[in-house]
């Protein structure tokens, strides 16, 4: 992929390389476009762009724990909704041990399955694959598909509506960045699958344009003997990425792409070094992406930019304003220029959308509703 050299404008105070060389008791605002990828400005502030007063208006970040969501659910049509707009829909879904007695389908897009917890075993129309936390698993558009639960499973469910997923171009890094695609696997023809070949009747409920039909077959479709080609569910599981590093730059979030269909970018940010470089930034920067919304599920381990924020929880910052780290985030990069934090631990995914996203309505005490407070000046700061 190559790019026109172009040669932005300055004034005033500024820093040549974004991200670097911050002057001291200043702050850089990147406003971008085009989620990192299109033109885009470096603001120096004598403030924190997050150093709010006061917030009024139905504009604001939202914090959720998914883990006050209660209730088992045999069934993923049935999973809690979470957020979603034309062109996506995320859902949590909690099922318990054991195996579904049905199949599902979606005709309305590509499904995309990370797995928070639990352990199983996936039966799809291309036969047989296990999965255990940290997975993704893709299924294609129309893929029938059942699991079997050893343990009880959490998931967030990302649809791909009316479109699909498909992998970054790595561009100048090449196609073996990140991982290489040897390590996705696809499902198999093997023992376990055959053993599931039945002449009992069968249920498949099948979503299409969000209602669910279900159609019954006097025998178990999932009667496969072999296939070819490239349209075939995969699995990857967030340790076999190998993070995108730069000592001397702070990436932006799109450098750790994992899937991506025409309008929803999937990330997923696992452990790394800290840049070693003592200009570099080492925490998120400040950011306005006027164009996007920016979606994270905290999977596992301390998610630096931010603060009480545990497992199972997830957050949602709207385009329109600027955001950034956390107070406590200037604590471990002070840490990692002493030498005295050398990486991070963090686990989660990112869901970034070129459209606006609705929130699903949520039962009491879901949502931290004080959330917004979290970057608020505090008196005398």
Known sequence: MKQAITFPKAEGVFNKQAHCDIPAGLFEHE????????????????????????????????????????????????????????????????????????????????????????????????????????????????????????????????????????????????????????????????????????????????????????????????????????????????????????????????????FLSKTVVVCTFAPRPLESDPGALKVPFFHSNVEFDEFIFYHRGNFFSRDNISAGMCTLHPAGFAHGPHPKAFALAEAGNKGERRSTDEVAVMIDTRFAVDLAGMPPGVENLDYIDSWKRKPGA
């Open 31 to 258: 406003h971008g476009r085009e989620g990192f990828f299109g033109a885009a400005s470096h603001t120096l502030h004598s403030h924190k762009p997050t150093d709010w007063g006061a917030w009024e208006g139905p504009l604001r970040p939202h914090c959720l724990d998914l883990n006050k969501l209660a209730g088992d659910a045999a069934c993923p049509l049935s999973a809690h909704p979470v957020m979603g707009n034309a062109n996506t829909r995320v859902r949590w879904w909690r099922a318990p041990a054991g195996a579904m007695q049905h199949l599902v389908r979606n005709g309305d897009g590509d499904d995309l399955l990370f797995v928070h917890a639990g352990v199983g075993e996936l039966y799809c129309d291309y036969g047989h694959m296990g999965f255990r936390d940290g997975d993704y698993l893709l299924l294609p558009r129309g893929t029938a598909w059942r699991i079997e639960a050893t343990q009880p499973v959490e998931m967030l469910l990302i649809e791909a509506t009316d479109d699909y997923f498909q992998l970054p171009d790595r561009g100048i890094v090449g196609r073996h960045a990140l991982f290489d695609a040897a390590v996705l696997e696809t499902p198999k023809i093997d023992d376990a699958f055959k053993a599931q070949y039945s002449e009992r009747e069968t249920t498949v409920r099948i979503k299409r344009r969000g209602a669910v039909s279900t159609v019954t077959f006097p025998f178990n479709p999932l009667d496969c003997v072999g296939w070819h080609g490239d349209c075939v569910p995969v699995r990857l599981n967030w340790r076999d990425i190998r993070e995108m590093l730069s000592d001397r730059y702070h990436l932006p979030p799109t450098a750790h792409a994992t």
